[in-house]
């Protein structure tokens, strides 16, 4: 178990529709990453955000935002959303702002867009 | 830019072979090297680690040492079982991470 909790474990949803992804790091974790994998283009780096504030952005889309709330915890919001978005979303969290601190995966949400 | 190569799978092994994934990267500065695993349904763990050349991470019988004279992390076993079934991916932090595409690995007894 990593610590990392992810929720919901399944999301099912139509085109168009909006939905959010919740993400509670492993405690004294002040570091949350979000990634995007999927099966034609891999592990891709979407977000992240140290103690609140954005610290780098990756292949994010528009359509997507992301934020760290003071208890550390993190949602990602997806909307408009395409066929496309079908993927597997993960959160990591490390205890570092940069540097050499491995990250802590959750389990990941598994987005179905119908 | 920052990038990992990693050898491209699928790789299917009988139980108790040797092991290699071969792992090269391009960064700029001085990067820490990751090996991770993915099981089936879950997210991705942390093998072993490297924080500077001449390092050997080594973890569950897997080994990789970090090359800056080839930029590589080549992940070796010298005997696998099938438990080790997975997807291993190789990764750099130099700013942010950067991660390899994977590589499946199938251990048919």
């Known amino acids: 178990d990593s610590g990392v909790t992810q929720t919901p474990k399944h999301l099912i949803t139509a085109t168009g529709q909006r939905v959010t992804l919740r993400c509670s790091p492993r405690s004294g974790d002040l570091s949350v990453y979000w990634y995007q994998q999927s099966l034609d283009q891999g592990l891709q780096f979407l977000i992240h955000y140290y103690n609140g504030e954005e610290r780098a952005k990756g292949n994010i889309l528009e359509r997507f935002s992301a934020q760290q709330f003071p208890d550390l915890h993190s949602e990602l919001n997806l909307s408009s959303l395409e066929l496309g978005d079908s993927a597997l979303y993960f959160c990591?969290?490390?205890?570092?702002?940069?540097?050499?601190?491995?990250?802590?995966f959750g389990n990941g949400t598994r987005l179905t867009v119908t | 830019g920052n990038s990992v190569t990693q050898m491209e799978g699928p790789v299917t092994l009988s139980e108790e072979a040797f092991l290699t994934i071969n792992c090269t990267y391009t960064a700029t500065g001085y990067p820490s090297l990751f090996w991770y695993v993915q099981y089936p349904g879950e997210g991705l763990q942390l093998l072993l680690k490297a924080t500077k050349a001449d390092d050997k991470g080594s973890n569950k019988g897997f080994e990789a040492t970090y090359r800056k004279e080839t930029t590589s992390f080549h992940l070796e076993k010298g005997s696998v079982q099938v438990s080790d079934s997975a997807v291993y991916f190789c990764a750099l932090m130099v700013d942010q991470f950067y991660f390899g595409t994977g590589t499946s690995l199938t251990v048919i007894p």
């Open positions: 990591a969290s490390s205890v570092s702002r940069t540097g050499g601190s491995p990250l802590h």
